[in-house]
């Protein structure tokens, strides 16, 4: 069911901070910060030859990342994503295998419908998929 990797969300401290260690010290193709107010998240995209990097900085006090950066001070692995052809069909397949799915499908930051698994399913990796 699950297809390409998308991206690997790494959560961090510091956006601009992260943002120039990418372009400066790894050489990457890094893009402009965007915000996602509906996520409570601000991200940058660094884009690699076979998938992304997106970098996740908290936006405003109730970001749903807060939590993973007190815990992780220095940053850390967040999320990975993964392309599914239809999001709708993926999430009734996954709850009919009694997988938890975390809500219901938002527009992610690639402007498509994405869904969110619950890490506890899923070998402890918080996994968004989302329709290719
Ligand atoms: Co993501």
Request: proline fraction near 7%.
């Amino acid at each position: 069911m699950i297809g390409r990797l998308n991206h690997v969300a790494i959560a961090v401290p510091d956006l601009a901070a992260a943002a120039q260690l990418y372009q400066g010290t790894l050489g990457a193709v890094v893009g402009a910060p965007q915000d996602e107010p509906a996520h409570g998240v601000r991200v940058v995209f660094i884009t690699l030859p076979n998938t992304k990097i997106e970098l996740l900085g908290a936006l405003g006090d109730a970001s749903p990342i807060a939590g993973f950066l007190e815990k992780n001070p220095a940053g850390g692995i967040h999320h990975i994503c993964y392309e599914v052809d239809d999001i709708l069909t993926a999430r009734d397949h996954l709850k009919s295998q009694g997988a938890r799915v975390l809500g219901e499908p938002k527009i992610g930051a690639h402007g498509k419908p994405v869904l969110f698994l619950h890490p506890k399913d899923f070998t402890g990796t918080l996994i968004e998929l989302e329709q290719a």
